[in-house]
């Protein structure tokens, strides 16, 4: 699987916007860069998965450049309850049984 | 409907005890994955089941942890003869199929203490 490298940690504001990068520089033809989020106590939650260009969904928005080395989350408008660790994964379509490696992520830490 | 369900949600024991810890995935979800989590750390990879296929088992850390998977559905994990460096969160997940980008579906986990 190809390594991922994101910043430990990140403060920002309420209302601002945040963007976590993450930079995959191995990523494969066939991988995926997917993001989770995880707050205290509980199991890691998927935020949103993408390939190439950008994908949005209610939570967050993601962009991947044409070379796909790197990917960025960006969360609009962050609140106190987005305070949590981001985790950033690539994997492939088509690996079988090859698991998602979770780094350490980037823990975000909103501040009124 | 039900997400994936995890229990205990806490236990604690002495050390050389052996530990059990249940997960029931959410249904029709054919993959099912264990991950051990310690303070402030990533998650670490253990076991995986996909299907009637053999388990993955190459993150399992000592041949004290097995993990076994009835019927394709309930999965257990087994720490025998606990150790201190076992206190950790267990983490399960289950996913829709064997295709790793299948988003994961996690549990919150079993906290397990060894005194």
């Known amino acids: 699987l190809a390594k991922t490298t994101q910043p430990i940690s990140m403060d920002s504001y309420e209302g601002q916007e945040v963007n976590i990068t993450c930079s995959h520089n191995?990523?494969?033809?066939?991988?995926?860069i997917t993001w989770y989020q995880q707050f205290p106590s509980q199991g890691p939650r998927f935020i949103i998965q993408g390939y190439k260009t950008k994908v949005t969904n209610e939570v967050a928005s993601l962009f991947i450049p044409a070379d796909r080395k790197s990917s960025t989350l960006s969360l609009p408008r962050v609140s106190l309850s987005d305070t949590a660790v981001y985790y950033c994964?690539?994997?492939?379509?088509?690996?079988?049984?090859?698991?998602?490696?979770f780094g350490k992520g980037t823990r975000l830490s909103v501040i009124a | 409907g039900a997400g994936v369900s995890q229990s205990p949600s806490n236990k604690v024991t002495e050390k050389g005890k052996d530990v059990e810890l249940r997960c029931d995935p959410i249904?029709?979800?054919?993959?099912l994955y264990w991950y051990r989590q310690s303070l402030g750390q990533g998650l670490e990879f253990l076991i995986y089941f996909q299907g009637n296929s053999a388990p993955d088992k190459s993150g399992l850390p000592s041949d004290r942890f097995s993990a076994e998977r009835t019927g394709g559905s309930v999965s257990t994990l087994t720490i025998q003869r606990t150790q201190q460096e076992d206190s950790a969160v267990y983490l399960c997940?289950?996913?829709?199929?064997?295709?790793?980008?299948?988003?994961?579906?996690f549990g919150d986990g079993t906290r397990l203490s060894i005194l």
């Open positions: 191995n990523i494969a033809t066939n991988d995926y």
């Open positions: 994964l690539v994997g492939s379509r088509n690996s079988g049984n090859t698991p998602l490696v």
């Open positions: 997940a289950s996913s829709l199929a064997r295709r790793t980008n299948q988003p994961q579906h």
């Open positions: 249904s029709g979800h054919t993959a």
